[in-house]
């Protein structure tokens, strides 16, 4: 798929919601702002309304931080109320990319009753859900190995895309730093509990229809244009 058909336009006709799925690193946040291009939809990530609650200092923030840095899912009863906040957002109504959200099938039955209160373009819209596939081991390669630039923002991967100059930014040459929760011990507690928590969550939505799993592993190119062709036609059976 061309360049050009990836990004162009977005439609007049409302996108509806549409859910993220894939282990820490597989691809989640490339494959959402991808669709942000195109559909002109916001990009709910959970991490970012967890961030920025916990900078803002909010109550909620408070008592989720020492859960987040800890490696753990942050509770229910801390999370459901910060993302329906977000949802109910006027930049949501013609849909919205869930990128981390819901993690468990309790906070999907929770989604589930939320959007039957929901309108996309004046009318009902079943999520569509994307499994991104992708094995432990280059997961764990992954997350560990992230490094980024505290200066220009660049980021690098130790195992997939290091830079020139071995701990140095390519454009900058300053000193690469990696996040706190990218610490292996970190990396590995969030990826038993993905395990735990979250891959019930394939069955619970692949028997509720539109349901669709990638290979995260091939080429960000082939995922990028499998993630288009499944919106397309999910869009399309909901017309």
Same mark, same amino acid.
Not at 169 to 172: F, G, I, N, R
């Given at each position: 798929m061309s360049a050009d058909v990836m990004t162009k336009a977005a439609p007049a006709t409302a996108v509806g919601p549409i859910i993220l799925l894939g282990g820490p690193g597989a691809g989640k946040g490339t494959q959402a702002k991808l669709m942000v291009a195109r559909y002109h939809i916001p990009q709910i990530s959970t991490g970012?309304? *967890?961030r920025d609650n916990v900078?803002? =200092?909010? &109550?909620l923030g408070r008592q989720a931080d020492p859960i987040m840095k800890s490696g753990g899912l942050v509770?229910? !009863?801390l999370m459901l109320?910060? /993302?329906g906040e977000r949802l109910n957002q006027p930049d949501c109504d013609r849909g919205f990319i869930l990128d981390g959200f819901p993690r468990t099938v309790g906070q999907a039955s929770w989604l589930d009753t939320y959007l039957e209160t929901r309108s996309f373009g004046g009318r009902h819209m079943a999520p569509v859900v994307i499994n991104i596939k /992708? =094995?432990?081991t280059q997961l764990l390669q992954r997350l560990t190995g992230r490094r980024s630039c505290p200066v220009d923002g660049r980021i690098y991967n130790i195992y997939f895309q290091p830079p020139k100059n071995d701990g140095v %930014?390519?454009? %900058?040459g300053t000193q690469l730093v990696q996040r706190e929760d990218d610490m !292996? &011990? /970190?990396i590995s507690k969030r990826l038993h509990a993905y395990e735990a928590r979250t891959l019930p969550l394939v069955d619970y939505y692949r028997q509720k229809g539109l349901f669709y799993e990638l290979n =995260? !592993? *091939?080429t960000p190119e082939q995922v990028k244009a499998e993630t288009v062709t499944v919106i397309e036609k999910a869009v399309a059976v909901q017309a």
């Open positions: 970012d309304i *967890l900078s803002r =200092g909010t &109550e509770f229910d !009863e109320p910060m /993302v /992708v =094995g432990y %930014c390519d454009s %900058c !292996e &011990e /970190v =995260g !592993e *091939l």
